[in-house]
């Protein structure tokens, strides 16, 4: 086919052989205007039945190539305001919820001295969520602080209610779930909501609420119940219920904090070597540090008190010790929002970071179309992008076929981020993409990546890590919808690269509608070595789990959306 950039055909005369020349085609085209064409084309063997697909661009005329995607530059550090928003938004939410629980269920004030102390505390939360919104964010915050300012309004609002119409324990479940209602929406608008994932919105959620139940109950406890109980058993009793809470928080927050972490996180690395990492380190730090101090309260302050034993000192030094931390856990938090997670850094249809020799080496493709294509080619050590290499070179080489090898040199275009275009990865496969770094004074980088060259339009190819191989999954169509077939073509591609043939390869499927497991074909001679296809009949629409299983040696999990 002979298609314009914009997608329309220009031949449609039948495709010849071009006399004796068995390996040439011709096709005859209409007067062309001056202008950038691509041309997708398919053959089918005579001897074996193989079938190969590629695309190649032209140019009519002094017109240029037709364009192609471009990969946009690392996200910009967020600036202050925004973190200063994003901070006491959730120091906001904390106050709230946490309050709203800590007074509800632990030690609902008995005292106006203390019932004074929980007005002041609920109008000060209400006020920061107000106060984050009205800093002057920039616009894109509008959203994420907006409607829990609303929240804040809420829970200041209900507390001037009249005792006659809304009693204390239901003003205090109107403040409580108000902090919730905050809460929510801070997940709807997360790194979780972009995943589109519901279990990972829900991790995101319950995080949230442990979170907030916590540091807000501490601050509670802090400023409403310690200045009002001075017997020491019953502070001590107090604080065991509290420690027992907040133990139950720690554990739900190590729980889903984890969990999100293994889906955000590309490499153990990322920890220490990217911003995100960095501040996900300050913010684990510190909890580590608060669950220090929480123990101290429950094994030893705590106790102390129980038996009568002058404690109250530690116990407030240590209470006002953790509130300032987890004053530090926001901040963190705040950065953690702000920042792009490694694995959602980018748009590109390709994007894989491997880590060799102490330096990370990330392959982004904006398509993984056949064709002219861009390769930009990211290089860091530590946090600090390698702006010194002599040389940059990307090698080609195709897993099906014998294409022989092809090269390019990218070229330095922002500082750690090198670009090459070309067109080596013409034909549709799965191809090796050697990435070689050349850096004074020390041994070439060099980084292999595997890339699945598909006509996915909708959709992008996965990489999936199973056991010791990296199984590429990509569907066809591109963007599959529901009631119609659907075909999944699988890669099973070993440490070195190189296809695996000959594995048991089982489909089991998650999702809106139940649909039984399906076993994977493999024909070396029809699909090429190390290629398997399952062949759905249909799926309902929605989001799907399709968990691959290789034999008994491991499963992943892959992503399809269905569309109606």
């Known amino acids: 086919m002979l298609l314009q950039p914009s997608g329309e055909r220009k031949n449609t005369a039948k495709v010849e052989s071009a006399g004796d020349e068995s390996n040439t085609l ?30 190649f661009a032209f140019v009519v005329g002094n017109a240029p190539l037709p364009t192609i995607p471009d990969i946009g530059p690392s996200a910009p550090p967020p600036n202050a305001l925004e973190l200063a928003g994003r901070a006491l938004t959730f120091a906001g939410i904390a106050t709230i919820l946490g309050a709203g629980f800590f ?89 979780a909501a972009a995943s589109g994932d519901i279990k990972i919105m829900a991790l995101d959620f319950v995080h949230v609420v442990a979170i907030s139940v916590w540091s807000g109950g501490l601050l509670a406890f802090l400023v409403v119940a310690f200045p009002a109980v001075r ?6 009793a107090m604080a065991w219920r509290f420690s ?36 996900l380190l300050a913010k684990i730090v510190m909890l580590i540090g608060l669950v220090g101090l929480g123990a101290l309260n429950l094994l030893v302050w705590g106790p102390r008190l129980r038996r009568g034993v002058a404690a109250r000192t530690g116990l407030l030094r240590g209470t006002m010790t953790e ?23 980018s748009a590109a ?60 040199v990218a070229q330095q275009r922002a500082p750690g981020e090198y670009v090459a275009e070309g067109s080596p990865t013409a034909m549709f496969g799965t191809w090796k993409v050697l990435a070689i770094v050349r850096i004074p004074a020390r041994l070439d980088v060099r980084a292999l990546f595997t890339v699945p060259i598909t006509n996915t339009a909708g959709q992008t190819a996965q990489v999936i890590p199973i056991a010791t191989y990296n199984v590429i999954v990509f569907a066809e169509p591109g963007q599959p919808l529901a009631g119609a077939p659907i075909g ?77």
């Open 26 to 55: 011709r096709t005859a085209v209409p007067d062309l205007p001056e202008g950038g064409y691509l041309v997708s084309w398919t053959a089918r063997s005579a001897v074996d039945g193989h079938e190969t697909k590629g695309a």
């Open 103 to 191: 007074l509800l269920f632990i030690h609902p004030p008995t005292t106006d001295g203390e019932r004074r102390r929980e007005r002041r505390l609920v109008i000060v939360g209400g006020a920061v969520l107000i106060a984050a919104y009205g800093l002057g964010l920039p616009a894109r915050l509008a959203t994420f602080i907006g409607l829990r300012a609303v929240a804040g309004l809420v829970a200041v609002g209900v507390l001037f209610v009249p005792a006659r119409v809304v009693s204390e324990a239901s003003r205090r479940e109107v403040i409580a779930f108000a902090g919730l209602a905050a809460g929510l929406w801070a997940t709807l608008v997360s790194h």
């Open 231 to 236: 017997e020491e058993r019953a502070l001590g």
């Open 244 to 279: 027992l809470t907040a133990l139950t928080c720690v554990a739900v927050l190590v729980t889903t904090g984890t969990l999100q972490s293994l889906d955000r996180l590309v490499i153990l690395e990322d920890l220490y070597e990217t911003p995100y990492g960095i501040a």
């Open 323 to 345: 509130t300032a931390l987890f004053a530090g856990v926001f901040v963190a938090t705040s950065f953690l929002t702000a920042l792009a997670p490694p694995r959602y850094a």
């Open 349 to 408: 249809a390709f994007d894989e970071t491997q880590r060799v020799d102490g330096v990370r080496v990330e392959l982004l493709m904006p398509t993984t179309n056949p064709g002219r294509n861009r390769y930009v080619v990211r290089v860091y050590q530590g946090l600090v992008p390698v702006t010194n290499a002599e040389k940059v070179s990307l090698r080609y080489t195709m897993v099906e076929h014998d294409m022989g090898e092809q090269e390019l």
């Open 488 to 564: 999944l073509n699988i890669v099973v591609i070993d440490q070195k690269g190189d296809p695996v043939k000959g594995k048991a390869v089982r489909a089991t499927f998650s999702g809106p509608s139940t649909q039984g497991p399906i076993d994977a074909k493999e024909d070396p001679n029809t699909l090429g070595p190390g290629r398997y296809r399952i062949d759905i009949p249909a799926l309902d629409a929605g989001q799907w789990k399709i968990t691959l299983a290789i034999a008994n040696e491991g499963t992943g999990t892959y992503t399809l959306d269905v569309s109606k």
